[in-house]
C-alpha cells in the first residue's frame, strides 16, 4: 500500500515485515489484573496474544508458514525500535499524515481524486477508526525514518567494494595433495599400555546401551478376513444398495460384475468389527494377567513370538518401528515392572502387545570385551595425528622454499562460488589467506576436511568483469553493516527501555 516504504527490500525489512498488521477487535476492555492484556510490554507498547495471532494471521496470507515464537521475536524487536524512535526524538506529523493517507492511489476515484468512502471502506474491513490508522501510518514512518537513518549512516566505498569481490569472487589456479590417514596405518606402533589408557579416556565411546528382548502376540484383520463368511442374500442387498447410490444418468453395472467386490467389502466390514471385539478381548487378558503373555494367547488363539536379539532404543528407531511401539517398550511398565503392555496399533491391520522377556541395563564394556574395538579406534586416530603432523612438516618445508617429495594433484581452477561450497567454512577461511606474491605461489593447510589437506595457489584471478560487479558488491556490504548497527542498535534499546511481563502467554492462542 504504501510504496514509499515498499521500496526498501534490506536489513530492514526482516525488521517492518510485521509492521502491517490485521487489527481485530479494538476497543475499551476491562482487565481483571494488571498484565492481563498482554504478554509483554516494552515501554507502553504492548504485545498481547491477540496481536501476535493477527501478526501470525497476515504472514500465512502472504504464503509463509512461520513459528509462533519467531514471529513474537520480530513483533518484540518491532516494539523496541518503535520505542526507540520515541526515544530518539523520531516522530511524523499530523499534517504529513493526512497528506500521505490522501495522496495514496488506493483511496483515489476513477477521476484520481481522493475518495473518503474508500477510506471508509478499508478501514471497516480492518475494524479501525480513522483515529487507530493515523497512530498505525506514524508507527510505520517513525519506524521507517529510523531505518533510513541507520541506511543513511552507511557509507561503502568502491576500494571496499574491490577488496570483497578479490576475496570472495575471484577465481584460484591450484593444486593439492591429501595427507591420507591410512598411508601412516604401518608407522603406528601399538602397545597393551597405550590401548588401556586409550580406552580410559573415551569409555564413553565403549558404552553398551540399554536394550531388552521381547516376547509378544501379534492381531492381524487379514486373519479375520480370511474367516468371513456372506450369503448371497447378503452380497445381493449389498449390491442393490451401491447401485442405489450411483448417479441416474450412470451406467449401473451387472451383479456379476461387481459380485466379488461386492463380496470382499462385506467380509472386510465383518473383519474389522470382530477384529476391534478381538483387541477388547487381548487388552482384557493382557491386563488381568500382566506378567505372562501365556494367558492372553491361548484365550485369543494366538502363539506368543519371541525376539532372540537385543533391541535398542536406537535400534528401535532406525528399523523404523512405530513410536508409540517404541515408547512402550522402553515404558516403565515394560522394561522395569516387567508388565505387558497395552495392546498397541501397528498399522491399520495389525495389533500388539509386547512384554519384556530379558532387560539388559546400560553399561561400559569391559577393556577385555571392547579391546578389538579400542585397537582399531586407536590405530586410526594415531594415523590421523601422523598424518595431520606430516602436512604440518610440509608446510613448513613449502613455506621455506625446499623442494618437497609429494604427489600433487592436476593443476585446476577453483571458482570462488566451488570454493565455498566443497569445504567447510574453517578451510575456506584458511583458503582466502593464500595470496601468491613475487610470481611464487602460496601454500596453506586445510583443516575440518576428513583428511589434512595442503593447497598450492598459484595465481589468483579477479572475475573478467570485476568492475561490473562493484554496486552489488557495496549493496551486499552496505546491507551487512546496516545488520549489524541495527542489531547493536536494538541491544542499546534493550538497556534503555523497561520490558514489562504480562499474564499472556507465546503458546496460547487460536492453537498456533
Do not use: C
Amino acid at each position: 500500500m504504501f510504496h514509499s516504504i515498499e521500496k526498501y527490500k534490506t536489513p530492514a525489512q526482516v525488521l517492518l515485515g510485521l509492521i502491517a498488521l490485521t487489527f481485530v477487535g479494538f476497543g475499551v476492555s476491562t482487565v481483571s489484573r494488571p498484565g492481563a492484556d498482554y504478554i509483554v510490554r516494552v515501554g507502553d507498547e504492548k504485545i498481547s496474544e491477540q496481536s501476535l495471532n493477527a501478526a501470525i494471521q497476515n504472514e500465512q496470507a502472504d504464503g509463509g508458514s512461520p513459528s509462533r515464537d519467531a514471529v513474537f521475536q520480530s513483533l518484540l524487536q518491532r516494539a523496541y525500535l518503535k520505542q526507540g524512535a520515541k526515544l530518539m526524538g523520531i516522530s511524523v506529523s499530523s499534517e504529513q499524515i493526512k497528506q500521505i493517507i490522501v495522496d495514496d492511489p488506493n483511496f483515489h476515484d476513477a477521476g484520481g481524486k481522493f475518495d473518503h468512502a474508500l477510506l471508509n471502506r478499508y478501514l471497516s474491513q480492518r475494524h479501525m477508526s480513522e483515529d487507530q490508522f493515523v497512530e498505525e501510518i506514524r508507527d510505520q514512518f517513525a519506524l521507517q525514518n529510523l531505518v533510513n537513518l541507520v541506511q543513511n549512516g552507511v557509507l561503502v566505498g568502491d576500494a571496499q567494494a574491490e577488496q570483497l569481490i578479490r576475496l570472495t569472487q575471484v577465481n584460484r589456479t591450484i593444486r593439492s595433495h591429501t595427507f591420507n590417514p591410512d598411508e601412516f596405518i604401518a608407522q603406528v606402533k601399538v602397545s597393551e599400555a597405550d590401548l588401556q589408557k586409550f580406552y580410559n579416556a573415551n569409555k564413553k565411546d565403549y558404552l553398551l546401551p540399554q536394550a531388552v528382548k521381547l516376547e509378544y502376540v501379534a492381531l492381524n484383520l487379514k486373519d479375520f478376513a480370511d474367516k468371513q463368511a456372506v450369503s448371497e442374500t447378503e452380497v445381493k442387498n449389498a449390491f442393490e444398495e451401491r447401485v442405489a447410490r450411483l448417479p441416474a444418468n450412470e451406467a449401473k453395472p451387472s451383479f456379476e460384475q461387481e459380485k466379488a467386490s461386492v463380496e470382499n467389502e462385506l467380509k472386510m466390514k465383518k473383519a474389522v468389527a470382530d477384529f476391534n471385539k478381538a483387541k477388547e478381548k487381548l487388552g482384557d487378558d493382557a491386563f488381568n494377567h500382566p506378567s505372562s503373555l501365556a494367558e492372553a494367547a491361548k484365550n485369543s488363539g494366538l502363539k506368543v513370538e519371541t525376539q532372540e536379539t537385543w533391541l535398542s532404543r536406537q535400534d528401535a528407531q532406525m528399523s523404523g518401528m512405530p513410536e508409540n511401539l517404541i515408547n512402550a517398550v522402553f515404558s516403565d511398565d515394560v522394561l522395569k515392572k516387567k508388565h505387558n503392555s497395552e495392546v498397541l496399533t501397528i498399522n491399520s491391520e495389525t495389533a500388539w502387545v509386547v512384554r519384556a522377556k530379558e532387560v539388559r541395563e546400560e553399561k561400559n564394556l569391559p577393556f577385555a570385551e571392547a579391546k578389538d574395538a579400542v585397537r582399531q579406534a586407536y590405530i586410526r586416530t594415531e594415523a590421523a595425528k601422523l598424518a595431520e603432523n606430516k602436512a604440518k612438516e610440509v608446510l613448513t618445508q613449502l613455506n621455506g622454499g625446499k623442494a618437497v617429495d609429494v604427489k600433487w594433484s592436476e593443476v585446476s581452477v577453483l571458482g570462488a562460488q566451488q570454493a565455498r561450497q566443497s569445504m567447510p567454512p574453517e578451510a575456506y577461511a584458511e583458503l582466502l589467506k593464500a595470496k601468491p606474491a613475487n610470481g611464487k605461489p602460496a601454500y596453506v593447510r586445510l583443516t575440518g576436511l576428513p583428511a589434512p589437506v595442503i593447497v598450492e595457489v598459484q595465481a589468483v584471478t579477479p572475475p573478467d568483469d570485476a568492475a561490473a560487479r562493484i554496486p552489488l558488491a557495496k549493496q551486499a556490504l552496505a546491507q551487512q553493516q546496516s545488520a549489524n548497527t541495527f542489531d547493536l542498535l536494538i541491544r542499546y534499546f534493550n538497556g534503555k527501555i523497561k520490558q514489562t511481563k504480562g499474564a499472556q502467554s507465546v503458546d496460547n492462542g487460536d492453537g498456533q
